[in-house]
T-cell receptor, first 115, second 113 residues
Framework: NAGVTQTPKFRVLKTGQSMTLLCAQD?????MYWYRQDPGMGLRLIHY???????AKGEVPDGYNVSRLKKQNFLLGLESAAPSQTSVYFC??????????????FGQGTRLTVV | GEDVEQSLFLSVREGDSSVINCTYT??????LYWYKQEPGAGLQLLTY?????DMKQDQRLTVLLNKKDKHLSLRIADTQTGDSAIYFC?????????????FGRGTSLIVHP
């Protein structure tokens, strides 16, 4: 029972490089989210998706792009990495439901360092 | 101001009770959550409370909700060293027609012998 799986778990990038983080969930959840976690800042929402083929901006979307071509996958892309994007990235998913009546399930995180 | 506010650190002695406080902003939040993050791990749901409840108890955990003041607290009885973690308060904030889990900065709970 995998739940939410993030790949890779660790990555070091040089400034200006690009990469894609993959989030996969096997719970048939409609909603998926990408957060970044920085010390003392909690989790800040980057982008989210309310269903296959849809994406929307969160609180800190600049420098990131996302795609949700398949319901089970939510990809987070960095086109040109910057040191300010050094962070731990978490993906989450949850079932759709009226209001907020469903638990969000989290992946284990991707630790990204941009040098 | 921030949507969800909580203090950053709490230190308690093993066996004592811990109380972590949180204030939130969205009065329409249906559910309010407490998540726990152990070192190097993702977030796990610890407990939640419906907005029409004042209190919820689950073994050593007690959640109190004051909807009028938008204040949420988590009490951990008989705190153990294994409870050392970061605890996040979260509300589901309406955005663009859907509810988005919105987190506080997290409270680092340190339990010492």
């Amino acid at each position: 029972n995998a739940g939410v799986t993030q790949t890779p778990k660790f990555r070091v990038l040089k400034t200006g490089q690009s990469m894609t983080l993959l989030c996969a969930q096997d719970m048939n959840h409609e909603y998926m989210y990408w957060y970044r976690q920085d010390p003392g800042m909690g989790l800040r929402l980057i982008h989210y998706s309310v269903g296959e083929g849809t994406t929307a901006k969160g609180e800190v979307p600049d420098g990131y792009n996302v795609s949700r071509l398949k319901k089970q996958n939510f990809l987070l892309g960095l086109e040109s990495a910057a040191p300010s994007q050094t962070s731990v990235y978490f993906c989450a998913s949850r079932q759709s439901g009226r209001g907020a009546d469903t638990e969000a399930f989290f992946g284990q995180g991707t630790r990204l360092t941009v040098v | 101001g921030e949507d969800v506010e909580q203090s950053l650190f709490l230190s308690v002695r093993e066996g004592d009770s811990s109380v972590i406080n949180c204030t939130y902003t969205d009065s329409s939040s249906t559910y309010l959550y407490w998540y726990k993050q152990e070192p190097g791990a993702g977030l796990q749901l610890l407990t939640y409370i419906f907005s029409n409840m004042d209190m919820k108890q689950d073994q050593r955990l007690t959640v109190l909700l004051n909807k009028k003041d938008k204040h949420l607290s988590l009490r951990i009885a008989d705190t153990q060293t294994g409870d050392s973690a970061i605890y996040f308060c979260a509300e589901s904030k309406m955005k663009g027609g859907s509810y988005i889990p919105t987190f506080g900065r997290g409270t680092s709970l340190i339990v010492h012998p």
